[in-house]
């Protein structure tokens, strides 16, 4: 015999001395609710996650940049919705709100990402408006993600998060972003972003009531080929990092993503993995903290650069 793998094994400074992928806190992004009430309140399908009042928010966020994550995502969850998902074009929306709040308290320079999308703000669900038949209205909508893209660009958000899977919309808010004096506010694209079982705490988190499905704009998990095809418009339209939702079940397309491009790779590991993770660790099955950060390194391993999970913090702390 003369290849023995198991050397390499031998003692934990050799597997460190060769380990492959690092997972560190600067690579996380930590995503996070507001809502605009008095205390946090509870998701009940992820335990340890909250809808955060604007007291909490700063407080969690000023944690956050303390343990050393990356970054910050903010979702709103708004008290009022209607068909057009006004407020999420109202200069004093929840989101906005949450933005200037946030950015008082990690200070300049901390990378805070508003999500643009309509699915928290519209009445019916869906991440866009809707045509006379019902359906969603791809054009119609990519003018409304530009203008929310300007306000929360205006109210300090460095970077905008675009989740919302319709054609061209990248493309659009750098445009708007660009004519409106924010050239250098980055673009996260949510490149690629399947139609997946695995948002269902997500909705509870943000309240939201989808009637239908989003698999005319999400994409099909049985599909591979497709992504390398999103991934490279959104690049061709101005995306600064590109981002593969949801992550584990999904590591070969991340992995086709950073073969095929140089952008920075992001994979939302999404509320789905993380309820799963949790349930399984509360009845005992797996070993909470070694699963967690398996998971993690799974990710980066694929070729992540940036993962975006609601245990950024207390991974952080971890590293
Ligand atoms: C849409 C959006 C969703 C998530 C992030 N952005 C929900 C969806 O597409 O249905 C899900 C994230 C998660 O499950 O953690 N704005």
Redesign the pocket.
């Known amino acids: 015999m003369r290849e023995r793998p198991r050397r390499l094994r031998g003692s934990a400074a050799l597997r460190a001395l060769v380990r492959e992928t690092a997972l560190e806190p600067n690579h996380l992004l930590l ?1 996070m609710f507001v809502r605009d009430v008095d205390a946090p309140e509870a998701i009940s399908t992820m335990p340890g996650v909250v809808q955060h009042s604007f007291e909490s928010l700063r407080k969690a966020a000023f944690e956050a940049k303390a343990a050393g994550v990356g970054g910050l995502v903010l ?1 709103g969850v708004p008290d009022s919705r209607d068909p057009q998902g006004s407020e999420a074009l109202h200069a004093d929306g929840i989101l906005t709100r949450a933005v200037r709040e946030v950015r008082e308290a990690v200070g300049p320079g901390f990378p805070v990402i508003a ?1 643009v ?1 309509l ?2 703000f519209t009445d019916h669900g869906h ?1 866009g408006v809707l045509d006379s038949e019902g359906r969603v209205d791809n054009d119609a909508t990519i003018d409304r993600y530009a203008r929310m893209a300007v306000l929360l660009a205006a109210s300090g958000s460095d970077v905008v998060g675009l ?3 319709m054609d061209g919309q990248v493309g659009v808010v750098r445009d708007a972003l660009d004519a409106s004096g924010h050239a250098d506010t980055l673009i996260l694209a ?1 490149a690629s ?1 399947y139609a997946s079982a ?6 509870e ?2 309240r ?1 009531r ?1 009637e239908g499905d ?1 698999r005319t704009y ?1 994409q099909d998990p049985s599909n591979r080929r497709e992504s390398r095809r999103e991934v490279r418009l959104d690049i061709e339209q101005g995306a600064d990092i590109v981002m593969v ?2 992550a584990t079940m999904y590591l070969d397309i991340v992995s086709d993503a950073r073969a095929a491009t140089d952008v920075p790779i992001a994979a ?1 590991v ?3 993995e ?1 309820a799963m993770v949790e349930a399984a660790a509360a009845s005992g099955a797996i070993d909470r903290r070694a699963a967690i950060l398996e998971l993690h390194t799974s990710v980066r391993r694929a070729g992540a650069d940036v993962i975006c999970t ?1 245990w950024a913090t207390e991974l952080a702390a971890w590293l």
């Open positions: 995503p979702f999500d999308c699915d928290e991440c989740s919302g899977m949510y972003k695995l948002y269902g705490p997500f909705r988190a943000v939201s989808l989003r999400q939702k949801p939302y999404v509320s789905g993380y609601y």
